[in-house]
């Protein structure tokens, strides 16, 4: 609550500044808290609107986050549809301005969509290139690497191949 009543002052301080980026990220922020919480349509929300900011000002960070973000909200909520299209829509803006952190995102969030809708060999696809970006940013995320391998496990298991978690490199 103590994050909520912070950002909430942020965004009030960023409106009476006409600060666009800045109510954009704080709006972003005020949907991740209400992720966490479990509460996605509000969250949703705030994602949404954050998104309208991030495209109306041509932040496209902001914008590849947003839509990653909206992507996994939607996820959530099982709407596979909603959520491979924005995740689809992220991955291709993050690709163009190089941000390969969110690369890492949009590309799991896909691979988990492949692999739910029994598209194994997208899933491991989409995984594996989340996992090659990982390393090679150097990016020591346990949680990440706990999915991606979940994942990869989980989709040799279908494909009736070897998984061999030593090729997992942390």
């Given amino acids: 609550d103590k994050a909520l009543d912070y950002y909430g002052r942020s965004l009030a301080i960023d409106e009476d500044l006409g600060d666009k980026h800045g109510m954009g990220m704080s709006l972003n922020n005020i949907g991740t808290v209400h992720n966490d919480k479990g509460d996605l349509d509000t969250a949703l929300d705030y994602n ?7 495209e109306e000002i041509g932040n496209k960070y902001g914008i590849g986050e947003c839509l990653s973000m909206i992507g996994t909200l939607y996820l959530n909520k099982v709407d596979y549809d909603k959520g491979l299209d ?20 949009s590309l799991i969030g896909i691979g988990n969509v492949y692999y739910i809708r029994g598209d194994y060999d997208k899933a491991l696809d989409y995984s594996n290139r989340s996992l090659e970006i990982q390393e090679e940013i150097g990016l020591k995320d346990w949680s990440l690497m706990l999915q991606i391998t979940t994942i990869l496990y989980l989709t040799y298991e279908h494909l009736d191949k070897e998984y061999d978690e030593k090729e997992i490199h942390v």
């Fill in 86 to 105: 924005y995740l689809a829509r992220s991955l291709r803006i993050v690709e163009e301005i190089g941000d390969k952190f969110g690369m890492v995102y």
């Fill in 48 to 54: 949404t609107r954050s998104l309208a900011i991030d």
